[in-house]
């Protein structure tokens, strides 16, 4: 199920639906275009990311506390 949207004629606000065509009208993708729900790659880009070191939980403490506004919150157990 995708979110589509089709535009009110008497305001011009957009109307979001799930219907592929609403009251004979058929509706657009809200999606951005480089967006997609179904991401087919998202588990290639976690690999990717954990082989070289680049996934949050791989990255050091001082780069976290950096990032973090509350360095408290970076504390390992």
């Not at 639906?17 to 880009?45: E, I, N, Q």
């Not at 680049?54 to 504390?75: H, V």
């Amino acid at each position: 199920m995708h979110l589509m949207y089709t535009e009110d004629p008497a305001t011009g606000k957009r109307i979001y639906t799930l219907k592929k065509v609403l009251d004979g009208v058929v509706t657009k993708s809200a999606h951005p275009a480089r967006f997609s729900p179904d991401d087919k790659y998202s588990r290639h880009r976690v690999t990717l990311k954990k082989r070289y070191g680049l996934l949050l939980t791989q990255q050091s403490m001082k780069y976290n506390a950096i990032s973090s506004r509350d360095p408290e919150a970076n504390i390992r157990l």
